[in-house]
Every structure is written in structure tokens, then in C-alpha cells.
């Protein structure tokens, strides 16, 4: 969770691209390709919330290449890898 019991900003890295189906389980999470790479962001509610997320990207059989906790007003999608 983030300061004050507010919820928290990630930011994931995981290799390989996603189709419209993968996506589901992320729907809360924006998500852009970098070339062989897809990252997410996206606001959750607490370390429930991260850990279900990382759940998911493992029963799909994905690569994590990288978990970023953000600052507020930050994004991990619009920076540079």
C-alpha cells in the first residue's frame, strides 16, 4: 500500500506481447508493447492486489522481467526502458 494506507502505482515489465485475450486478466492495468516486451501500470489497492496480478502473469507462463513501484505523478509506461 502507499503512504497513509492509500493505494499504490506499480509498473511491470513481462517479455513477449499480449493479445486482446491475455489482457483480460490485467484489465485494470494499461499496457503498451516495446518491441518484445509488453509493460503494464496501473494503481493498486494494496499488496493483495500486487501479488494476485504477479499470479496471473505466472499461470500464464510469462516472463517478469520487472516490478516497479511508482512515485506519485510518475509513469512507467511513458519512460524510457
Do not use: K, W
Amino acid at each position: 500500500m502507499g503512504n497513509g494506507g492509500e493505494p499504490a502505482r506499480y509498473g511491470l515489465r513481462v517479455r513477449g506481447t499480449f493479445s486482446a485475450g491475455l489482457l483480460v486478466p490485467f484489465r485494470r492495468l494499461r499496457a503498451r508493447r516495446v518491441g518484445p516486451v509488453t509493460e503494464l501500470e496501473g494503481c493498486l489497492r494494496d499488496q493483495a492486489a500486487l501479488h494476485g496480478v504477479l499470479r496471473q502473469v505466472e499461470m500464464l507462463g510469462l516472463e517478469l522481467i520487472e516490478v516497479v513501484r511508482l512515485d506519485p505523478g510518475d509513469s512507467y509506461v511513458d519512460r524510457t526502458p
